[in-house]
T-cell receptor, first 112, second 120 residues
Framework: TQLLEQSPQFLSIQEGENLTVYCNSS?????LQWYRQEPGEGPVLLVT?????EVKKLKRLTFQFGDARKDSSLHITAAQPGDTGLYLC????????????FGKGTLLTVNP | DAGVIQSPRHEVTEMGQEVTLRCKPI?????LFWYRQTMMRGLELLIY????????DSGMPEDRFSAKMPNASFSTLKIQPSEPRDSAVYFC???FGTGGQGPYSNQPQHFGDGTRLSIL
């Protein structure tokens, strides 16, 4: 059983569309991070959320941490081809101070 | 600044051979992580070092895997003997962390570009 379930697994959209991807768990996390990974490269951190209900914005990307700190979402407005990549969520469970548990990711393709 | 540097980028070898993956963390970072990424299981933590000391190796699959960090600027992950099921992308990441004890620092992990390992 995957600790962090990400959905959808694959998403292919046209440039200019909006989208939301989800990261869900039955466990409570001290913090949750979102990474983007491009082919042939390692994941790159986009944002860290630590407070239940927290919303963070990074240009056209909006990240939300659930009130109960068990889930998170990433919303992209007016997607661009440069947004293409694998989006990974990763959480630090309560009781740990270093161990990131990763979801399997959402592979996003934005077509021009 | 240089990021995390991994070598080799690609490795293809026959089963039974010894494989050594190398990592140079970002200067000044005191935490180092080895991960394995596969389609089936995603990114999995193999081992975590803090101040060159292995803190958590519970993710190491079996005795065929070993990791060392002889100093703050170098780490190796060794597989001996290698098997086809070890084929994956192996990532090294570093951060400035508080270690096995104490509060979570929220410091981001910086990943290298990985080693794509194929065991035939």
């Amino acid at each position: 059983t995957q600790l962090l379930e990400q959905s959808p697994q694959f998403l292919s959209i046209q440039e200019g569309e909006n989208l939301t991807v989800y990261c869900n768990s039955s466990s409570v996390f001290s913090s949750l991070q979102w990474y983007r990974q491009e082919p042939g490269e390692g994941p790159v951190l986009l944002v860290t959320v630590v407070t239940g209900g927290e919303v963070k914005k990074l240009k056209r990307l909006t990240f939300q941490f659930g009130d109960a700190r068990k889930d998170s979402s990433l919303h992209i407005t007016a997607a661009q081809p440069g947004d293409t990549g694998l989006y990974l969520c990763a959480g630090v469970k309560r009781g740990s101070n270093y161990k990131l548990t990763f979801g399997k990711g959402t592979l996003l393709t934005v077509n021009p | 600044d240089a990021g995390v540097i991994q070598s080799p980028r690609h490795e293809v070898t026959e089963m039974g051979q010894e494989v050594t993956l190398r990592c140079k963390p970002i200067s000044g970072h005191n935490s180092l992580f080895w991960y394995r990424q596969t389609m089936m299981r995603g990114l999995e933590l193999l081992i975590y070092f803090n101040n060159n000391v292995p803190i958590d190796d519970s993710g190491m699959p079996e005795d065929r895997f070993s990791a060392k960090m002889p100093n703050a600027s170098f780490s190796t992950l060794k597989i001996q003997p290698s098997e086809p099921r070890d084929s994956a992308v192996y990532f090294c990441a570093s951060s400035f962390g508080t270690g096995g004890q104490g509060p979570y620092s929220n410091q981001p992990q910086h990943f290298g570009d990985g080693t794509r390992l194929s065991i035939l």
